[in-house]
Each structure stands twice: as structure tokens, then as C-alpha cells.
């Protein structure tokens, strides 16, 4: 196998990968409009219009044509510096709690106001992704908390299947979560760790977490 070959392979596992995360985001909507259906209340269609398939497509074919672009081998040295890239997102490294790090925020205790305001503001925001995506794009907004797993009933830290499955982590805090929806769905840098955007999307998670619960929360 040639070099080129190699590269390109690598290059199409990244987006086979990315794929991986917008099928099940594709179902999710689709499962919604179904049991709207069900209901026969179309009054609540208007929900789901901001999570549209079209954002999602968006997403992908950006990465596909971002992928073709390499794999065209024009730039190859640049086409090689992401393919290196993308190994080492894969480590832990990027998303896990650095040493001497403080957290600004309380998984255990209510969070101060200004911080939930900031991390709502902040969930909506587009501009936090590389690919057009805010984190309301796939977890629902005005709380339908869409995209979520069994093990979001859980105090965090816990175990989230793709934290341990992409980044090798058997479980996370928010904020470690928050950095793996960065780095991976978001494809963009993790946030500055003991910077305000990070520590206000985790707490407001942490409220998230506890209104998928059913539990008290400060939303
Ligand atoms: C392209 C879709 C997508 C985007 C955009 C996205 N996420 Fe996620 N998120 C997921 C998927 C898929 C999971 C995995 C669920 C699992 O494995 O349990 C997840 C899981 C999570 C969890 C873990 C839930 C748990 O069980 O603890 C949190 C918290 C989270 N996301 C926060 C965010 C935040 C904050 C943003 C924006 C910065 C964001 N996500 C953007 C798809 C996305």
C-alpha cells in the first residue's frame, strides 16, 4: 500500500467515525417526529425545526468534502498533520482533567446563577463548533435534553459510552464531558480548563443532569 493510500485510508476512517455520531442524532429526530405523529399534536412540531437534518447533513458533507480535499493529496504534509492530529484526539490527553487543575463549579452542590445563565447562553452557541453545530443542535433545546443515555441518571462522574469508547475513559466529569462534545461532535479545540466558558457549560450540565434525573434542579 502506498503512502498516499494509507493516508487516505486514515483519512476515511476519521469520517466513517464522524458519521458514527450523527446517525444515532438522525434516528433520534426521526424517533421524535414519529411519536409526535403518534400524538397528533402538530402544535409541537416547531420544537424540533432548530435539530433539522439539514444541519446535520451540513455537518457531514463538510467533513466529506474536508476529507476529499485530502485525500486529493494536494497538500499532503497538511493532509499528514491531520491525520496526527486525529490520532492524538483520540488520546485521553486533550479531554481529561489536566494536573493542579481546580474546578469552578460543584457536581455535588447548587451552582451560582451566573454561571447556569452563561452556560445556557453558551449551549446555543454555534460559534463554539468548527462545523456549525451548537450543543443544542443535538441535545434539544428548551429542555427536551434529546441524546442522552440511561447513564445521564447518574451523578456525575460517570460512565458515558462514547467518553469510554472514542477517549478510553471509564468515566467522566462535566467538564471532561463537555471538552469530549468539543473535541469530537463540535470538531473544535477543547475550552481553556479553568476559563468561564467551560466551568459555566459544566455547571449548567451538571442542572441538565439533574433535570434528566427528575431531580431537583436550578433551571
Ligand atoms: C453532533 C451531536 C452532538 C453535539 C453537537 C454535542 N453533543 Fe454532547 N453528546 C452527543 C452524543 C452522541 C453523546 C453520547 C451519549 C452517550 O454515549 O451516552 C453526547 C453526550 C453528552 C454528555 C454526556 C451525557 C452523560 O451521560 O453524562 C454531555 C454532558 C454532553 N454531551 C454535553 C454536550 C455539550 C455541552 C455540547 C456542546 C459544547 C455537546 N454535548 C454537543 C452528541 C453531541
Known amino acids: 500500500m502506498s503512502q498516499h493510500d494509507d493516508k ?23 424517533g421524535g417526529a414519529a411519536l409526535q405523529a403518534t400524538a397528533g399534536n402538530t402544535s409541537t412540531e416547531a420544537g424540533f425545526a432548530p435539530v433539522t437534518e439539514a444541519t446535520l447533513l451540513l455537518a457531514s458533507n463538510h467533513g466529506e468534502a474536508e476529507a476529499e480535499g485530502e485525500a486529493e493529496g494536494e497538500a499532503e504534509g497538511e493532509a499528514e498533520g491531520e491525520a496526527e492530529g486525529e490520532a492524538e484526539a483520540q488520546s485521553s490527553d486533550a479531554v481529561q482533567r489536566p494536573d493542579g487543575y481546580t474546578p469552578g463549579y460543584s457536581e455535588t452542590d447548587a451552582n451560582p446563577q451566573e454561571l447556569l445563565v452563561r452556560g445556557e447562553e453558551l449551549y446555543y452557541d454555534t460559534s463554539l463548533s468548527t462545523n456549525g453545530l451548537s450543543c443544542a443542535s443535538c441535545h434539544g433545546s428548551d429542555g427536551q435534553d434529546m441524546g442522552y443515555k440511561a447513564t445521564f441518571e447518574q451523578p456525575f462522574p460517570h460512565r458515558v459510552a462514547m467518553a469510554s469508547d472514542q477517549f478510553g475513559m471509564p468515566e467522566v466529569h462535566a467538564d471532561e464531558m463537555v471538552q469530549v462534545c468539543m473535541v469530537a461532535p463540535m470538531e473544535a479545540e477543547p475550552l481553556e480548563w479553568e476559563g468561564e466558558a467551560l466551568q459555566s457549560l459544566s455547571a449548567y450540565m451538571v442542572e441538565v443532569q439533574r433535570r434528566f434525573a427528575g431531580e431537583t434542579h436550578d433551571l
Open 8 to 30: 487516505r485510508r486514515r483519512l476515511l476512517g476519521r469520517l466513517s467515525r464522524q458519521f458514527a455520531y450523527t446517525a444515532p442524532v438522525l434516528a433520534l429526530v426521526a
